[in-house]
């Protein structure tokens, strides 16, 4: 969708180095989401912001630290990159965040990473 | 692990054929959301419920959620090749109010 953007589309990375994934939007949206897609599981939420220098962790997030210094970008870092890493990474952005008075996310076209 | 489990896993069905997944939690939601993730695409949302009992439809979409607010549907009427994709629910369970958790989707093949 407009407005939101991953960069790279696609990586891949040899086990134990460093990656770092960006998602930028220019919808000034409160809220962004990293997810985690992989078959069987779905979509799983590896950390989320509420604002600038506001993060949190999802349900995955052992092995992968987030920064967020402006309202349009929320990095994605991966601290020293393994097998079970690879996957195909969504970012998410909502304006008013989740719940009975939220709205749907948006996502980003996604990042798929390969760990050799 | 998943709190939010969806089934069926895979549906094949001939164009023209109605089909159904299924949305279930073992607690209760305050809202539930639905989406569409066409092959090699990313996921697109659909539609949110918030209400117990509530009923939307979007043309041939139908959408339910259950009385307990731990049940939701999907229904879609005379499916087109359109259609093929994989659908996931999604909503809150237990934790933070800001962690949206997703099932694991329904992959639906129309057979044409």
């Known amino acids: 969708d407009a407005g939101i953007t991953q960069s790279p589309r696609h990586k891949v990375t040899e086990t134990g180095t460093p990656v770092t994934l960006r998602c930028h939007q220019t919808?000034?949206?409160?809220?962004m989401y990293w997810y985690r897609q992989d078959p069987g599981h779905g979509l799983r939420l590896i950390h989320y912001s509420y604002g600038v220098k506001d993060t949190d962790k999802g349900e995955v997030s052992d092995g992968y630290s987030v920064s967020r210094s402006k309202t349009e970008d929320f990095l994605l870092t991966l601290e020293s990159a393994t097998s079970s890493q690879t996957s195909v990474y969504f970012c998410a952005i909502s304006a008013k965040g989740t719940g009975p008075l939220g709205y749907g996310y948006t996502f980003g076209s996604g990042t798929r990473l390969t760990v050799v | 692990g998943q709190q939010v489990m969806q089934i069926p896993q895979y549906q094949h069905v001939q164009e023209g054929e109605d089909f159904t997944t299924y949305c279930n939690s073992s607690?209760?939601?305050?809202?539930i959301q639905w989406y569409k993730q066409r092959p090699g695409g990313h996921p697109v949302f659909l539609i949110q419920l918030v209400k117990s009992g509530e009923v939307k439809k979007q043309k041939r979409l139908t959408f339910q959620f259950g009385e307990a607010k731990k049940n939701s549907s999907l229904h879609i009427t005379a499916t087109q090749t359109t259609d093929v994709g994989t659908y996931f629910c999604a909503g809150i369970v237990g934790g933070s109010a800001r962690q949206l958790t997703f099932g694991s989707g329904t992959q639906l093949t129309v057979l044409p």
């Open positions: 607690t209760t939601l305050s809202n």
């Open positions: 919808e000034n949206h409160r809220y």
